[in-house]
């Protein structure tokens, strides 16, 4: 699969007015913006899934190559039958943001396109602070659809990197603040990293570290008994001696 890349128009002479203009959030529960108004209501995980697919790779695709992604478990005249049909669902409700044709589908280059992912990968190098801000949950985190072999794959990777990408940058936050000094600075990025990852008992024991630096016992007990909570609940055990000296 194509890596996630961000959307530019192709030519300037496909440029329309600068009302033609999506927003599109595919961290957490995805959000779809067409010239400022949401997506209308659909019945079908995959018509999102299929809008998200074409925003993140905007280019023209073969209606084979989307059928087989999408409905890989029929055969294939079943499978290009249910993308027509899926491609008329699709058209109701994103109007002319995609150009389809017999052979070919494609997000239409006449729209400009913020794009959250992209912006999370392009400015996270430099401005870690403005890329974490972005990451509001995992990539396509409320989509699940069936019988989609090709397009789960592709998402669980995309998930996986950017989670990875996240984490990095939130360690790194934390650690820059730590080595100043600011540790207050530090404890909003040590918290994101335990709202992404509940279960992991190294970043509630950073946050203890952080809150104990900052004079804030309270608090640091208060994560000590989420971080023993969140652990028995996952893997029946509390934390461990590391953890719990902390406040002894």
């Known amino acids: 699969m194509q890596p996630i890349e961000h959307v530019q128009d192709t030519e300037q002479s496909e440029r329309v007015d600068s009302s033609a203009y999506l927003e599109i959030h595919l961290f957490g529960a995805p959000s779809f913006l067409i010239n400022g108004q949401p997506l209308a209501e659909t019945t079908s995980s995959k018509v999102e899934a299929l809008f998200a697919y074409l925003v993140c790779h905007p280019y023209p695709h073969l209606r084979e190559v989307l059928a087989s992604l999408l409905f890989n478990a029929q055969s294939r005249n079943q499978a290009n039958n249910n993308l027509r049909v899926l491609l008329s669902r699709l058209r109701?409700?994103?109007?002319?943001?995609?150009?389809?044709?017999?052979?070919?589908?494609?997000?239409?280059?006449?729209?400009?396109v913020w794009l959250d992912t992209a912006v999370f990968q392009q400015t996270i190098p430099q401005k870690p602070e403005t890329a974490v801000k972005l990451y509001r949950g995992d990539f396509l985190e409320t989509i699940q659809v069936q019988d989609a072999k090709g397009f789960v794959e592709w998402a669980a990777l995309a998930r996986e990197q950017h989670r990875l990408m996240a984490l990095d940058a939130l360690l790194r936050l934390v650690g820059q603040y730590e080595a100043s000094g600011q540790f207050h600075l530090a404890i909003p990025y040590a918290q994101q990293l335990i709202t992404i990852e509940p279960h992991h008992e190294g970043w509630h024991r950073k946050l203890i570290q952080l809150y104990l630096q900052t004079g804030q016992r309270a608090r640091a007990e208060a994560q000590l008994a989420a971080c023993h909570h969140s652990l028995r609940q996952t893997f029946g055990q509390g934390p461990s001696p590391a953890t719990l000296q902390l406040l002894a």
């Open 92 to 112: 109701r409700v994103c109007e002319d943001t995609i150009l389809i044709n017999r052979q070919t589908v494609r997000l239409n280059p006449a729209y400009d």
